[in-house]
Structure formats: structure tokens, C-alpha cells
Nanobody, 120 residues
Framework: QLVESGGGLVQAGGSLRLSCTASASTFSSYAVGWFRQAPGKERELVAGMSWSAGSGYYADSVKGRFTISRDNAKNTVYLQMNSLKPEDTAVYFC???????????????WGKGTLVTVSS
């Protein structure tokens, strides 16, 4: 089970930190990813990280503004979001999968999501 938290309403230019905590101790063996889905749009990858917690990978739209990190000891992955824009408004989901890069197609487990709303 994956549980996201940290979403909310923020003004443009502001910051939020999302957290995703896994209930399983096998979390450290999975790659993790943060995805988002805006109304009427497909779910898209925002950022991801392999099981070894090396450098993350990011969608072009969030590079330089978002940072993914993970704490395997706490079974938790974070998404630090800075310089938020109204177009970042979406429901944000975390997911885990067995491959180095988590995608919508290969993710094994999903959280229920947390809503991020960025006002202009």
C-alpha cells in the first residue's frame, strides 16, 4: 500500500513537498515514480528514481523545479516542488515498479493520489 500526503492549495511561485509512504518493507527493492493527472488529461510521469536512490529523472516541464528523493529506511519517497505554476495543478500519484524506470504501463502499485492546486 502506498499513501501520499502533502498536497494542498498554494500560490504560483510557492512550494510544496509531497510524501509517499509504503507499508511494505520490500519498498527499497522497487523503483519509484511520481505521476500527475490533470482534469481531462492523461496521467504523466513527473519524476522517478531507481531502487538504488541515485540521481532522479524528470519530465522536461519540471526540471530544475522539482526534486525527487527517497529514504528507504522510512519506506518513503518525497517530491519537493518549487516555483510552482498553475499548470502544475493536478492529482499527484506515487507508484512503484520492478524496472529502473517506472512508467504508467509497468508500475505494480499505485497510491490513491493527493491534489495539488496552484493558484495564479
Amino acid at each position: 500500500q502506498l499513501v501520499e500526503s502533502g498536497g494542498g492549495l498554494v500560490q504560483a511561485g510557492g512550494s510544496l513537498r509531497l510524501s509517499c509512504t509504503a507499508s511494505a518493507s520490500t519498498f527499497s527493492s522497487y523503483a519509484v515514480g511520481w505521476f500527475r493527472q490533470a482534469p481531462g488529461k492523461e496521467r504523466e510521469l513527473v519524476a522517478g528514481m531507481s531502487w538504488s536512490a541515485g540521481s532522479g529523472y524528470y519530465a522536461d516541464s519540471v526540471k530544475g523545479r522539482f526534486t525527487i528523493s527517497r529514504d528507504n529506511a522510512k519506506n518513503t519517497v518525497y517530491l519537493q516542488m518549487n516555483s510552482l505554476k498553475p499548470e502544475d495543478t493536478a492529482v499527484y500519484f506515487c507508484a512503484v515498479g520492478p524496472y529502473a524506470v517506472v512508467t504508467v504501463a509497468n508500475a505494480d502499485y499505485w497510491g490513491k493520489g493527493t491534489l495539488v492546486t496552484v493558484s495564479s
